[in-house]
């Protein structure tokens, strides 16, 4: 479902009487939106194992209830309101559970889901290896981009942003396009797909981009600096709002990146032009259907000289805000 739809789901739910819910679509679980005395929560029809154990979260608490009359697992936010942040909860949870194959596997996922997010705010800063670096430089020049255009579209920019909380897609927009984000080496050639998944075409279209970049030295000039980027897009996401900025602080720390690291300095880059590809049915990419059971991921690499029936005008992009 689109994050609009999600936003309006709980808005609605907010709206009514304490403990209102509204469904929400899903193939395999019954999801609800639900007013838990004025906090967004999500409620999933499931049945767990009696063994099977569930951690809160930062911002979020869990509970589960196993009964003869029914049972669930619902997941409620701890402040009153819906924050971006539960709706990146939310969001995971439903991407990662949306792939499953059965009603069985889809409980698997959603308890796994719950426990990877959780995950993602224990992690201690550390140093970003270079890929790592690479691929935030070019989501991030993205984010300024959309900036530059959308200037009063803050908030939505930086909503859509789910690359540091290991979204399906780096981007997914208001209508449900989606927009994956790559870097590659000068001249580009090759990207690398990190996951099987990661390609997976949506119903609302996406967008495949690619940003060739290169290191120079620390003394060279550059197109940017790692460190002047993630500060200028700070700032924007700081300026934008209490929301915002606290779902930029969350993905800093979701990152494990600590920009004051003089480790940072030395990352400089000079850029080439963006590259735009429509991932459509025919994009050579792994089929999920064809993984033999056993295997839980794989990475592979595109040769971009191969994808040129499927490139776009980058200056042609468009996304819903």
Known sequence: MTDRTLREAFASALRGANGRVVQLPHPKIVFLAQNLDGRAALLAKVEIGPDEQISDGKGFTVTTSR???GSFVRLSANEAGTSLLFLKL???VMERTEQAHSSTEAVKR?????DEFRRFFQRKPGRLRE???RGLVAELTFIAHLLEVHSEQARDIFYSWGGPFDALHDFTFSDGRAVEVKSAHRPASEIRVSSNDQLTTTEDGLDLIVLPLEKVSAISVADVSFVELVKRVG??????GATVAELWENALVALGLDIDDEYYDQWKF???DWLRF???TSFPKIDNKHIPQGIVKISYGL???DLKEFQMEFSEIEVPL
């Open 67 to 69: 009964s003869s009359s």
């Open 90 to 92: 939310v969001e995971y």
């Open 110 to 114: 959603l308890v796994a889901a719950i």
């Open 131 to 133: 890929e790592q670096i």
């Open 235 to 240: 700032s924007a996401a700081m300026s934008s």
């Open 270 to 272: 000079i850029y080439g």
């Open 278 to 280: 429509d991932v459509n």
């Open 303 to 305: 040769r971009i000289e």
